[in-house]
């Protein structure tokens, strides 16, 4: 079981680009598509683990599942802002926001509390590999990029790291059927193959131009194939009935954060390149 915190972190955005790494292009996109999801992810975690929390008869995952599910809605708040800053440069994301977030909001109306809780915990399975790999690559992917959003993003995936067996344990205490579990994970894929692709779509369309180099450039620079691989297979063993959650290697990374954030640190611009002040912004070259 996870021992899980609420850390309530006051990120700002104002002025943020949607290329926040303008070296990485793809990185930007990428990790922009995350903040999107985010919301209605965790909307529609935060509404499975509220309705299941009368079912769960433990009271140990009974006390995992309220701070999963703060932590899950903190996330959802902190990405919003993000989203809301992009959503005033560039307004018709707001589109692709509501779109998102209506995505979601159909599934959860469309299906039990059963396949709820399986989909979260498929889902929240394969963080711990997928975000470890960027965690441990962090220099090459957020180095060079805005303070704000690298660190924002290392808060989320850090969490996620933290409440790793979270959803896959209330879904085992409530229901605990692997099989049935199992078997909806082609909609899990068909699903977030088509809200992905649903997303970069609203890119194209709502934010002008945008590089090509933002759909077909590299998305996990300075990680080697090998490790890739790697990961693919660990996503892949994750949804495996017999795969143990909490024995998986971790970013030894994560525990700096942790570290830092206990010592009332500044985590709003922990990592990346912090923006220079709006003001000298504003102020033009001499000439």
Same mark, same amino acid.
């Given at each position: 079981?996870?021992?899980?915190?609420?850390?309530?972190?006051? /990120?700002?955005?104002?002025?943020?680009?949607?290329?926040?790494?303008?070296?990485?292009?793809?990185?930007?996109?990428?990790?922009?598509?995350?903040?999107?999801?985010?919301?209605?992810?965790?909307?529609?975690?935060?509404?499975?683990?509220?309705?299941?929390?009368?079912?769960?008869?433990?009271?140990?995952?009974?006390?995992?599942?309220?701070?999963? +599910?703060? &932590?899950?809605?903190?996330?959802?708040?902190?990405? +919003?802002?993000?989203?809301?800053?992009?959503?005033?440069?560039?307004?018709?994301?707001?589109? #692709?926001? $509501?779109?998102?977030?209506?995505?979601? $909001?159909?599934?959860?109306?469309?299906?039990?509390?059963?396949?709820?809780?399986?989909?979260?915990?498929?889902?929240?399975?394969?963080? #711990?590999? /997928?975000?470890?790999?960027?965690?441990?690559?962090?220099?090459?992917?957020?180095?060079?990029?805005?303070?704000?959003?690298?660190?924002?993003?290392?808060?989320?995936?850090?969490?996620?790291?933290?409440? +790793?067996?979270?959803?896959?344990?209330?879904? &085992?205490?409530?229901?605990? $059927? &692997?099989?049935?579990?199992?078997?909806?994970?082609?909609?899990?894929?068909?699903?977030?193959?088509?809200?992905?692709?649903?997303?970069?779509?609203? /890119?194209?369309?709502?934010?002008?131009?945008?590089?090509?180099?933002?759909?077909?450039?590299? +998305? /996990?620079?300075?990680?080697?194939?090998?490790?890739?691989?790697?990961?693919?297979?660990?996503?892949?063993?994750?949804?495996?009935?017999?795969?143990?959650? $909490?024995?998986?290697?971790?970013?030894?990374?994560?525990?700096?954060?942790?570290?830092?954030?206990?010592?009332?640190?500044?985590? #709003?611009?922990?990592?990346?390149?912090?923006?220079?002040?709006?003001?000298?912004?504003?102020?033009?070259?001499?000439?």
């Amino acid at each position: 079981m996870s021992e899980l915190k609420l850390r309530k972190i006051p /990120f700002e955005f104002d002025g943020v680009d949607f290329l926040w790494h303008p070296k990485q292009p793809a990185v930007s996109a990428l990790m922009n598509q995350i903040s999107f999801i985010s919301p209605g992810f965790e909307k529609y975690i935060f509404r499975a683990t509220k309705e299941a929390e009368s079912l769960i008869e433990e009271p140990v995952v009974l006390k995992e599942a309220i701070e999963f +599910r703060l &932590q899950e809605g903190q996330h959802a708040k902190c990405h +919003r802002a993000h989203i809301a800053a992009l959503v005033k440069r560039y307004p018709g994301l707001q589109k #692709t926001m $509501d779109d998102v977030v209506a995505l979601y $909001d159909e599934l959860y109306e469309e299906q039990d509390i059963k396949f709820h809780l399986a989909f979260s915990g498929n889902l929240e399975a394969t963080f #711990t590999p /997928f975000f470890k790999v960027i965690i441990d690559h962090r220099e090459s992917l957020f180095g060079e990029g805005d303070s704000r959003v690298a660190s924002l993003l290392l808060w989320h995936f850090c969490e996620e790291i933290e409440h +790793r067996s979270a959803a896959m344990d209330i879904y &085992q205490s409530v229901y605990g $059927d &692997q099989l049935y579990r199992m078997s909806i994970i082609p909609k899990v894929i068909s699903f977030n193959k088509h809200l992905g692709e649903m997303i970069l779509e609203g /890119f194209k369309e709502h934010v002008p131009n945008l590089p090509e180099e933002c759909f077909t450039g590299e +998305r /996990f620079p300075g990680v080697p194939k090998r490790e890739m691989f790697s990961m693919i297979g660990k996503l892949i063993s994750a949804q495996m009935p017999w795969y143990n959650h $909490d024995a998986q290697p971790l970013p030894e990374w994560a525990n700096t954060w942790f570290e830092h954030y206990e010592k009332g640190e500044d985590m #709003t611009n922990f990592y990346g390149v912090k923006p220079a002040p709006a003001a000298e912004l504003a102020v033009s070259p001499a000439a």
